[in-house]
């Protein structure tokens, strides 16, 4: 039926979280007036939150970038599309000349489509020559990547939001789906009130809990130590499922060795979480028929993330509670397409479906499509080009749909290393902290005004439609980036996203049979065989590593790379507010804003009242890196010991006291754990 109130209405698909909502949206005048669930949507089955529903508004705000800028003096002036283009293909065959292709690198966004990541990264290995190019993935859930790759096979989900609907309970570590993916929250609220037993482990209490029968508070930083506890109940008390570990598993027999040394009463004494505790969640788990374990970045945004994620599978597969309905290893990716910006290849070390780009056959598949020669070198990481953008190894970046100087940690270390450029190419829809140190800045599209596919936290691929055109002059980043390939001299044929998502697909066996025909209203669940079958549960018959065993990891509980001391006695943990995304770019935007202003710091009421502060006191926060001011929040939702505020605001710069610690195999930074000094402002 045809709603007289609206010139038209296009289903596309949430461009805020992971969570991938379908969503209707409505226009008129050429403007979207109104966001309605698609009823279809077979994440949101109906429902949205009020950021897919009503932060939409940042579309048609004044502040969008509508015209090319060119830095003149301490300002920008605007500039039309060829001289913008002039100015960069100029700079960067300059620095490519005098440096060399690697010192050029790329940033591709987590919050941008496939085809826009695909041909990113393609820009930089076929139009530079490097392999320079990294996603905003790799701050956030680059650990889940890589140990679900190692562990099981592959990097994502092992089941659907779905399987929240068939569990008998489920253990949510590190994640607040309530604020930062709310239709999964309400799902998992449902599921609670339906019956299924819901343990929460957090160091906040996170509304979730409330729907509990078991709340877990360990330290921040003892993820490791609560697993391994959990680990050693199961096995201590006859729940290994010896079946399932004998057909389908390698390496219980060390995981057992290290796990008797974590009894509850050795965990209570690294986490500060009752035995009893431990003793009744790890029964919760075990004794369910079907059983969930749904992470977030309380698990992945610490020195031993990846590892936590691998002691998270390993708790999975000794219970063989994987590969079958309702029971699902679920990690909860944060923007819109951190998962497809990995799966796609905007990546330093792989292409597209995560194969290595050493990988001589692989190499060879993307040569022929694209007609160039590719380097075999793995390139720089986010915090390595960084790094390297200081040292003076690295001269020029182009930075699209991100604001590292706002969302990365060690804000002073960020501002230095773009300082230290060269030339600095940002592509986005409004300026940003980071677009502050560009040398041209190119105007792009929302999610609103372009075509192409998002993939959600269940492997999901679905399209997203074009719902209006962008404003003044600004283009889509698909044709923003064929256009300045072209101008480097590497045509890359495309017309429109499809032809992207069929090059995706002819050279990436995950993805052999998707087509945007196939795709329809509900999507498909990589991978997806030649003749369009996807997989909405993986493992079902066997895991994805060489002789098709899952990989147990007998991995220690080690201490986090930042602990309470005399001088920083308590610990800053950062996350997420319900109304607000990411850097707050989008939602700052729209009436988000007046439901929630201006952040602030929760803290302990024990803790307040020992330092002397009051509700709405504006403190002083230190850490060894950096300091800001913030209003308090006393709160008991917080642990003692420990405070929490989020980094959408960049008049805070939260990020400004994060330091350089980071997971140590991918390099994902410490956000959650970091001992700071906490103080009235007037005490200083
Ligand atoms: Fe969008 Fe996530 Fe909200 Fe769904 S839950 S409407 S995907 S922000």
């Known amino acids: 039926m045809i709603d007289q109130r609206f010139d038209s209405t296009v289903t596309t698909t949430c461009g805020y979280c992971g969570v991938g909502c379908r969503l209707e949206a409505h226009t008129r005048d050429g403007r979207v007036v109104a966001i309605s669930p698609a009823l279809d949507g077979p994440a949101n089955e109906g429902h949205t939150c009020l950021k897919g529903r009503f932060a939409h508004q940042f579309g048609r705000h004044r502040q969008r970038l509508t015209t090319p800028l060119i830095r003149e003096g301490d300002g920008f002036r605007e500039a039309t599309w060829d001289e913008a283009l002039r100015r960069i293909v100029s700079e960067l065959e300059r620095v490519k000349s005098a440096h060399g292709p690697d010192a050029i690198a790329g940033l591709a966004s987590s919050r941008a489509t496939n085809e826009d990541c695909f041909a990113m990264q393609r820009l930089m290995r076929a139009a530079i020559g490097t392999n320079n190019i990294d996603n905003c993935s790799r701050v956030c859930h680059s650990p889940t990547s890589y140990a679900m790759r190692r562990s099981l096979g592959m990097s994502g989900a092992t ?16 994640a607040n789906p309530t604020e930062a993916h709310p239709v999964a929250g309400a799902r998992i609220k449902q599921a609670a009130l339906r019956g299924m037993k819901l343990v929460t482990i957090d160091p906040r209490r996170i509304e979730l809990a409330d729907y509990g029968v078991l709340h877990l508070s360990p330290r921040a930083g003892t993820n490791a130590a609560v697993m391994l506890g959990l680990q050693h109940v199961v096995a201590r008390d006859g729940f290994v499922d010896h079946d399932f570990v004998d057909r389908r598993t390698e390496g219980y027999d060390e995981l057992a060795e290290l796990i008797a040394q974590y009894t509850p009463d050795e965990v209570q004494r690294i986490t500060g979480v009752p035995a009893a505790d431990i003793e009744a969640a790890a029964h919760i788990y075990a004794e369910a028929g079907e059983a969930c374990v749904i992470w977030g970045l309380g698990v992945t945004e610490h020195k031993y993330g990846s590892e936590v994620v691998r002691l998270i599978c390993n708790l999975a597969l000794m219970t063989g509670k994987v590969g079958r309905p309702g029971s699902a290893l679920l990690p909860m990716r944060g923007q819109n397409n951190v998962q497809g910006s990995s799966d796609v290849g905007a990546l330093p070390d792989t292409y597209s479906g995560y194969r290595r780009v050493g990988d001589e056959e692989v190499a060879r598949s993307f040569e022929a499509k694209w007609g160039v020669p590719l380097s075999r070198e793995k390139g720089y990481t986010i915090p390595q080009m960084l790094d390297a953008a200081v040292d003076g190894q690295l001269k020029a970046m182009y930075i699209f749909g991100e604001d590292p100087a706002q969302t990365d940690p060690d804000t002073h270390h960020v501002v230095a290393a773009l300082e230290s450029l060269d030339f600095l190419v940002c592509q986005d829809i409004f300026q940003t902290e980071t677009t502050k140190y560009a040398d041209v800045i190119l105007p792009a599209a929302t999610f609103l005004e372009k075509e192409g596919t998002f993939i959600n936290a269940e492997r999901r691929i679905q399209l997203v439609e074009p719902v209006v055109a962008p404003p003044g002059e600004a283009r889509t980043d698909l044709e923003i980036l064929t256009t300045v390939s072209r101008a480097l001299g590497h045509e890359m044929g495309y017309t429109c996203a499809e032809d992207v998502m069929d090059e995706i697909a002819a050279l990436t066996p995950d993805f052999a049979g998707v087509t945007y025909e196939r795709l329809g209203r509900s999507g498909l669940q990589w991978p997806v065989a030649p003749d369009g079958t996807d997989a909405p549960i993986l493992y079902e018959e066997e895991f994805t590593l060489p002789g098709g065993k899952a990989r147990f990891a007998p991995l220690p509980y080690l201490p986090p790379g ?17 109304m607000h995304y990411n850097a707050g770019t989008m939602t700052r935007r729209t009436a988000n804003l007046d439901l929630f202003p201006s952040d602030v710091l929760e803290i302990h009421p024990d803790d307040a009242e020992r330092l002397w502060i009051s509700d709405g006191d504006l403190v002083s ?31 805070v710069r939260t990020n400004v006291l994060i330091g350089q610690s980071a997971d140590v195999n991918t390099s994902c930074p410490e956000y959650k754990v970091m001992a700071v000094d906490v103080r009235p402002v007037q005490e200083e």
């Open 621 to 651: 926060v230190r850490s060894p890196v950096g300091r800001i001011e913030i209003e308090a929040q006393v709160t008991d939702s917080i642990e003692r010991g420990h405070v929490f505020t989020a980094f959408h605001f960049p008049e």
């Open 562 to 578: 930042s602990e309470a001391s005399d001088e920083f006695p308590l610990v800053l943990v950062t996350g997420r507010r319900l």
């Open 159 to 174: 089941g659907s939001f779905a399987d929240i609907d068939h569990a008998d309970a489920a253990i949510i570590i590190g």
